[in-house]
């Protein structure tokens, strides 16, 4: 679960780090006018920061949604990832040179999922929320 947690801190700060690169390089996108506009990383960066580090603390804290809200947040990120690389670049890469990285990024992904289903049983859960440490009830 540790493992998990410190990968989701660093997709955070990745996330983070390409937010800081976009507002110091803010006036070079606004003079290149490219598309997508600045704003668009800017809220990507943010939203993927703020998104990785609720994963993460969530997992820390052992709260009974983590596992679905880091899963489903895989998966966006997967998706997000891809619609960027391939239908929001300008000078995209034919898609048969992107096979080896496709193949990578879903294992990952895959990865991450099975992780998750082995971390699930760890979770606390609304019937664990009153027991007392004998089990007795």
Do not use: C
Not at 51 to 69: E, S
Not at 83 to 100: A, E, K, M, S, Y
Not at 107 to 121: C, D, I, R
Not at 125 to 136: F, I, K, M, R, V
């Amino acid at each position: 679960m540790y493992v998990l947690v410190l990968v989701f801190i660093g997709a955070g700060l990745l996330a983070l780090l390409g937010l800081i690169g976009m507002l110091r390089s803010w006036n070079w996108y606004l003079t290149y006018a490219g598309f997508p506009p600045p704003v668009y990383a800017v809220f990507r960066g943010a939203f993927l920061f703020l998104a990785w580090l609720i994963a993460a603390v969530a997992l820390w804290k052992g709260a009974n949604w983590a596992v679905v809200y880091s899963g489903f947040l895989s998966v966006i990120n997967l998706l997000w990832f891809w619609g960027d690389r391939l239908l929001l670049t300008q000078n995209p890469v034919p898609f048969n040179r992107n096979g080896i990285s496709l193949v990578l990024s879903s294992l990952l992904t895959v990865m991450v999922l099975v992780s998750l289903h082995f971390v699930k049983p760890y979770m606390r859960g609304p019937d664990h929320a009153h027991s007392n440490s004998t089990g007795e009830k």
